[in-house]
């Protein structure tokens, strides 16, 4: 293990104090790369560490909603023939997450020295930083610190920013790396993945921006630091979205394992009675008020409740909003979303919608058994998983607002506010 | 052992595949198929076979089924 460096490790005890983000400068503005290296210390040298043996030690998964080992993932592309290629996605499309925007507005030279690091390890020249076009403030950011550095950290791995298409699919792994080689911002079909055939057709790790901090971390600290918070099965700390019924909604550093109502009181507490809350963002699920009562932001734990945490963006609905008609409103969001190539996601996903807007409308007939058939049936028919994300999130509404559904059939509806924040659609 | 699989981006969703392979292929209300994804043998495997042939986009796939894709 690596020994430490003239920096001390951040350190994180429950919701308190921030690790991964003792660097954010109080004046609001990107650090800069001197204020970086006096919070977090230089990189070790790239010969110096076997970064694929610290990441396996730490237990490191992607943070950008899907949880796989980051370690697999490197020695998946190690293992490929071919010079490889890295890009750190930071296209967050999904509109209740703001943890990746965040990140590289304020802490821009983190995420550059986890895409350098990853280069370092796979031998790779080039690292692409993608970010979403309306995203200003972290192109401009990640610009800046990119000319800072004068390209790259050592010269070695040039260091590039790329705005790609808005969208909740141009994030999507294959769409981002088909965007990059043919300003297609789709998925593709698979195999081939990314890390068999990406970039230039190189062997090519795409890692969540987050994910790459949390590396550019352990490069320095080692895991036993990085172990020191969270659990044995899921370990760390991580980056989470709050909104909705809170008095601070925002982004905050939580220690995976914090209790739920934990992060409600650090965000402010509750502004109003709740109903229930969407945990994972519109690709994860709805979770009662009772259920969520006692749950704790670890993957396992939501599992276990038939939630999952995902990128970890939260909403807290209020009981002044309706399950149904907020449902209703990110059903047609997530099916005007689909990139159009799939006959399932095309006419499955409008189908739902269109379904979950007469329910909310009111409209008498009781069409839930079709609706739940067309669920079940989008699953896994898509070259992508939104059709997937997009069942799960409708299965969960029509669990948690049974009682919701009834009342819409009869011709009730307990709430009109709208809380979730749909793009183009105002709330 | 192989099996059938469709690449959803090229399917146009003409059909034909649930005529020649109705052991494995249903078709959705809009005529997209769905697959079943237990492998094909036998018989099965003949007819699947002719399915793939007469996809019109070739967009119906047999692969070994120890494929780790979906």
Not at chain 1, 252 to 266: F, I, K, N
Not at chain 1, 421 to 427: F, L, M, R, S
Not at chain 2, 9 to 15: A, K, L, V
Request: hydrophobic residues 45%; positive net charge.
């Amino acid at each position: 293990m690596t020994a430490m460096r003239a920096t001390r490790a951040p350190e994180l005890i429950g919701p308190g104090p921030p690790r991964l983000l003792a660097g954010v400068s109080s004046a609001g503005a990107p650090s800069t790369l001197d204020e970086h290296l006096s919070v977090y210390g230089q990189l070790p040298p790239a010969g110096a560490i076997d970064l694929p043996a610290l990441v396996d030690a730490s237990g490191l998964r992607g943070l950008g909603g899907a949880g796989f080992p980051t370690a697999t993932k490197l020695r998946a592309v190690a293992s490929q023939r071919g010079r490889p290629f890295v890009v750190a996605n930071g296209a967050e499309g999904e509109p209740i997450s703001g943890k990746d925007k965040v990140l590289v507005r304020y802490l821009p030279h983190l995420v550059l020295d986890g895409a350098a690091a990853a280069a370092h390890a796979l031998g790779a020249r080039e690292a692409i930083v993608a970010l979403s076009r309306a995203d200003r403030d972290g192109i401009d950011a990640l610009s800046a610190a990119i000319a800072e550095r004068g390209g790259g950290l050592d010269k070695r791995v040039r260091l590039r920013a790329v705005a790609v298409p808005d969208g909740f699919v141009a994030g999507e792994e294959t769409a981002l790396v088909q965007f990059l080689n043919r300003g297609v911002a789709k998925p593709t079909f698979t195999p081939p993945l990314p890390f068999e055939r990406g970039v230039g057709k190189a062997p090519t790790l795409v890692q969540n921006v987050e994910t790459l901090a949390q590396l550019a971390l352990i490069a320095r600290f080692g895991p036993v630091w990085f172990r020191a918070v969270g659990t044995a099965d899921e370990p760390g700390s991580a980056l989470v979205t709050i909104s909705g019924a809170v008095a601070e909604p925002g982004v905050y550093e939580v220690a995976l394992g914090t209790p739920l109502r934990e992060l409600v009181a650090q965000a402010g507490g509750v502004t109003e009675h709740v109903r229930a809350f969407l945990v994972g963002g519109f690709f994860g699920s709805w979770l009662g008020e009772r259920e969520a009562a006692d749950a704790s932001l670890l993957e396992g734990d939501l599992r276990s409740r038939g939630a999952r945490l995902g990128a970890r963006a939260i909403v807290v609905l209020p009981t002044s909003a309706c399950g149904i008609c907020e449902t209703a409103r990110a059903m047609r969001y997530l099916a005007d979303s689909s990139a159009g190539q799939c006959g399932p996601c095309v006419y499955g996903l409008d189908a739902i919608a269109r379904s979950f807007e007469r329910l909310a409308a009111q409209q008498s007939r009781d069409e839930r058994k079709q609706l739940s058939r067309w669920i079940q049936q989008v699953r896994g028919r898509g070259a992508c998983r939104h059709p997937d994300g997009a069942a799960a999130f409708a299965t969960s509404a029509l669990k948690v607002f049974a009682r919701e559904s009834e009342l819409h059939l009869r011709g009730r509806c307990e709430g009109k506010r709208r809380v979730l924040p749909i793009p183009g659609i105002a709330a | 052992m192989k099996r059938v699989r469709v690449n959803p981006i090229t399917c146009e969703g003409h059909g034909l595949c649930a005529e020649l392979l109705p052991e494995r292929i249903q078709l959705d209300e809009w005529g997209f198929p769905i697959v079943d994804p237990e492998p094909v043998a036998g018989e099965a495997a003949r007819h699947a076979a002719r399915a793939v042939e007469a996809c019109p986009t070739l967009a119906l796939l047999l692969e070994a089924a120890s494929d780790r894709s979906r």
